[in-house]
Nanobody, 128 residues
Framework: VRLKESGGGSVQAGGSLRLSCAAV??????MAWFRQAPGKEREVVAM???????SYADSVQGRFTVSEDSPGTTMSLQMNSLKPEDTGMYYC?????????????????????????WGQGTQVTVSS
């Protein structure tokens, strides 16, 4: 397992959770958070590049913050003002082929899912 997520759980609407992603043995230049709700397609939530650039899905902009705890190896997702529609399995993904803006622009270009390495996910449940 190259990536391991932690920090998921259950929370009421309006609450907060913090997810972490730890890279095992390798460092990466491009990292991202995805989520998938039951019956829905997987969607990218946020991306983080090696030089600190970030990008966010419109649905989480202003509520979620992605950050690096240790460059290239540990990434966090602070989720505030959670809504029931934020419920889903959250996955960490990473790659070493993309750097800087060539990482974060993949969110808008619809190519974020090309990242090579994926974690097994952590469940987030937001109740109304």
């Amino acid at each position: 397992v190259r990536l391991k997520e932690s920090g998921g759980g259950s929370v009421q609407a309006g609450g907060s959770l913090r997810l972490s992603c730890a890279a095992v043995q390798y460092t990466y230049t491009c990292m991202a958070w995805f989520r998938q709700a039951p019956g829905k397609e997987r969607e990218v939530v946020a991306m983080l590049s090696d030089n600190g650039l970030t990008s966010y899905a419109d649905s989480v902009q202003g509520r979620f913050t992605v950050s690096e705890d240790s460059p290239g190896t540990t990434m966090s997702l602070q989720m505030n003002s959670l809504k029931p529609e934020d419920t889903g399995m959250y996955y960490c993904a990473a790659d070493r082929r993309f750097m800087g803006i060539f990482c974060t622009q993949r969110l808008r270009r619809g190519s974020a899912a090309d990242l090579a390495y994926w974690g097994q996910g952590t469940q987030v449940t937001v109740s109304s």
